[in-house]
Nanobody
Framework: QVQVVESGGGLVQPGGSLRLSCAAS????????TAWYRQVPGKERELVAA???????NFADSVKGRFTISRDNAKNTVHLQMNSLKPEDTAVYYC????????WGQGTQVTVSS
């Protein structure tokens, strides 16, 4: 059974940092492309950052220079380091794993507010 579990969300002030983690089990993690998406009520889910099985990364323009994504294939984890957070980064963040099919986590809330 595949499990995808996010952690690390919370409330942070503008300009602060958070590190999201995603742990997967039940799959050959190294074969999967991984990504973080986010969604706010009333809007479509949007790609924030992605990292392929080979380590290539891609970022939404809105987070370039502030967010980094990394993965540890030995630990079946992918991380999103978020710095210089802005109120518009407030959303539910979802971990996505993709290889012939998609697996999603349950999401973790990130709230940026003073």
């Amino acid at each position: 059974q595949v499990q995808v579990v996010e952690s690390g969300g919370g409330l942070v002030q503008p300009g602060g940092s958070l590190r999201l983690s995603c742990a997967a089990s039940g799959i050959i993690f190294s074969a999967y492309a991984t990504a973080w998406y986010r969604q706010v009520p009333g809007k479509e889910r949007e790609l924030v950052a992605a990292i392929t099985s080979g380590g290539s990364t891609n970022f939404a323009d809105s987070v370039k220079g502030r967010f980094t994504i990394s993965r540890d294939n030995a630990k079946n984890t992918v991380h999103l380091q978020m710095n210089s957070l802005k109120p518009e980064d407030t959303a539910v963040y979802y971990c996505n794993l993709r290889f012939r099919t998609d697996f999603w986590g349950q999401g973790t809330q990130v709230t940026v507010s003073s």
